[in-house]
């Protein structure tokens, strides 16, 4: 039976699935895998099912030489922890998990865009302070959506799935930039040319790009001088897209009103001088955390998983 590391605590009916098919190791901790971690188990197990975080750079292939294991069977959609190229090199597989987290993303999306439009967050502060006095006309005034247009970064999945969650439940307008031209976006969608174009023209943007080095700080400085006073940042796909630097700027500095994180530059570090902003919503990366969703996602990775222990293609092969 081929041995498989599975880097953090997945939902019960996933591990007991895997158990079934693999002599399993389960990594006791929740903390990502370090890369000397990373490359020790490259060495001692057939398969690893990594996630977030976890440390698969040039260096930990390097350092685990001719590795044992074959496959990397990514539990999430974005696997930018995986230096590809690397595996490849070094002959191991790479698989992830799309589509099972799409809606679950989307939804995070759409509440974050609510409650920093809204002001939601500094609302739940006001009355957990005890110095909530009731109800006033001009109280924590916000932006409706209705009728507001939204600028998606990204025009994937996920992208697409809160444009539609957006332009038919709010009625909003929807813009976007993609990196590639899309002829039939799935909706009423005007694609622009630019980044700077799109922040013009946006009273929302959401960020849904994968993470990795074409990505890396796509959004920074000059973005949120083009975004209009009265416009919302919110990022649910990688926190290294942001220059987090920019975005704190621009939030203190009043050149944009408010944002909505599920993810961090440097996660899970949060700058204290983020933490101090009372016009940002702050999750702690909780995209897809719901147990059908986590489920469907470590039940996605385990398919990849049978197929390689088959000797067939896996059904999501990245690299």
Known sequence: MKTLLISRR???????????AFAVRLREKDAPMS?????????????????????FDAGAFAAAGAPRCRILANFGVGYNHIDVAAARAAGVVVTNTPGAVTDATADIGLMLLLMAARRASEGAALVRSGRWTGWAPTQL???HLGGRTLGVVGMGRIGRAIARRCHFGLGMEVAFFNRSRLEEPGMPARQLDSLAELAAAADAVVVALPGGPQ????????????MRPH???VNIARGDIVEEAALIAALEQGR????????????????????????????????TNALEVRENMGMMALDNLLAWARGEEPPNRVA
């Open 231 to 233: 416009a919302v940042f």
């Open 256 to 287: 944009i009103a408010g944002a909505g994180l599920d993810v961090y530059e440097h996660e899970p570090e949060v700058p204290p001088a983020l933490r101090a902003l009372p016009n940002v919503a702050l999750l702690p990366h909780l995209g």
């Open 35 to 55: 890369p000397e971690e990373a490359a020790a188990a490259l060495r001692e197990h057939d398969a690893i099912l990594p996630t977030l975080g976890d440390g």
């Open 10 to 20: 997945l939902p019960e009916a996933v591990m007991a699935r895997a158990r079934e």
């Open 215 to 226: 990505t890396r700080h796509m959004i920074g400085a000059e973005f949120f001088a083009a």
């Open 141 to 143: 005034l916000g932006m």
